[in-house]
């Protein structure tokens, strides 16, 4: 069984970082591809990015390409989400994913298991 994670959400002026965390604490096999999605308030949840199982290849939302890196370690079943240059539309409860399939999806339905969420709040 899978069990996501995440940390690292805060309140954080706008053009500052953060760097999200996802544990899977419960996997038993995998890795898995995994990604992460975010819900603004009053907006659907919608995809950021999707990192390969290996880690080397990854695909990035043109909403925030340029500023958000997706990145994982695997010996520590832990992936990243390096958020740079943060704006006030960031603002967000931002889910990491997993998928037990074979496609890096920017589909909600693609994926499995999900974590609770961790808030980001950009204040500008």
């Known amino acids: 069984q899978v069990q996501l994670v995440e940390s690292g959400g805060g309140l954080v002026q706008a053009g500052g970082s953060l760097r999200l965390s996802c544990v899977d604490s419960?996997?038993?096999?995998?890795?898995?591809?995994m990604a992460w999605f975010r819900q603004g308030p009053g907006k659907e949840r919608e995809f950021v990015a999707v990192?390969?199982?290996?880690?080397?290849?990854?695909n990035t939302a043109g909403s925030v390409k340029g500023r958000f890196t997706i990145s994982r370690d695997n010996a520590k079943n832990t992936m990243y989400l390096q958020m740079n240059s943060l704006k006030s539309e960031d603002t967000a409860v931002y889910y990491c994913?997993?998928?037990?399939?074979?496609?890096?999806?920017?589909?909600?339905?693609?994926?499995?298991?999900w974590g609770q969420g961790t808030q980001v709040t950009v204040s500008s």
């Open positions: 990192i390969s199982r290996t880690g080397d290849v990854t």
């Open positions: 994913a997993a998928s037990s399939g074979d496609t890096m999806g920017l589909a909600m339905s693609g994926y499995d298991y």
């Open positions: 419960g996997r038993r096999s995998g890795p898995y591809i």
